[in-house]
């Protein structure tokens, strides 16, 4: 039972443009939603994170957009550089049954020259 | 400095032997975690603790145990019932309670030979 889904496993990017990664959850008790970035045989680092009481979320070039009727939540980066290469995961937090950190499987990010 | 301590970096065990993992945090914080990444896999949740002396499993707890004697200290042992011990496996602390992000330590790749 997947309750956090990235239904993209690979996306390829221009530098300099956006890239928009999108991530769906199941679990109406998640309230607290969070984006990593993981380089090959090294550990998560947390990127932005974002509430369900707000909408949006902005730090620097990241954005998190936060759709909770739709249980969708995604990551802008605008503008998109080369050093933005990784996999990012999202996660999701909550109460209850939603209790433990639980991940997504990931999206490769690849940002071409 | 604070953070959180995964060793050895690469682990090998012969089949049939258990082997534990380390993880140490001197952040101060109560919940830990244990994740294990599959090649094109996302993070899946062996076990977590949320406070000392307290665990659950996770959604993939089968062939592994876990202690949580000490605040700072979480070991992973992989036991030998567990079929496909060869993974990434990654530790992770937070503040319990609080939304706020989790830290990651650097990883520990096990590989059974």
């Known amino acids: 039972d997947q309750q956090v889904k990235q239904n993209s496993p690979s996306l390829s990017v221009q530098e300099g443009r956006i890239s928009i990664l999108n991530c769906d959850y199941t679990n109406s008790m998640f309230d607290y939603f969070l984006w990593y970035k993981k380089y090959p045989a090294e550990g998560p680092t947390f990127l932005i994170s974002?509430?369900?009481?707000?909408d949006k979320n902005e730090d620097g070039r990241f954005t998190v957009f936060l759709n909770k009727s739709a249980k969708h939540l995604s990551l802008h980066i605008v503008p998109s550089q080369p050093g933005d290469s990784a996999v990012y995961f999202c996660a999701a937090l909550g109460t209850g049954t939603a209790s433990k950190l639980t991940f997504g499987t990931g999206t490769r990010l690849q940002v071409t020259l | 400095d604070g953070g959180i301590t995964q060793s050895p970096k690469y682990l090998f065990r012969k089949e049939g032997q258990n082997v534990t993992l380390s993880c140490e945090q001197n952040l101060n914080h109560d919940a830990m975690y244990w994740y294990r990444q599959d090649p094109g896999q996302g993070l899946r949740l062996i076990y977590y603790?949320?406070?000392?002396?307290?665990?659950q499993k996770g959604d993939i707890a089968e062939g592994y145990s876990v202690s949580r004697e000490k605040k700072e200290s979480f070991p992973l042992t992989v036991t030998s019932a567990q079929k496909n011990p060869t993974a990434f496996y990654l530790c992770a602390s937070r503040i319990q309670g609080m939304n706020t992000e989790a830290f990651f330590g650097q990883g520990t790749r096990l590989t059974v030979v």
């Open positions: 603790s949320q406070i000392v002396n307290d665990f």
């Open positions: 974002i509430s369900s009481i707000k």
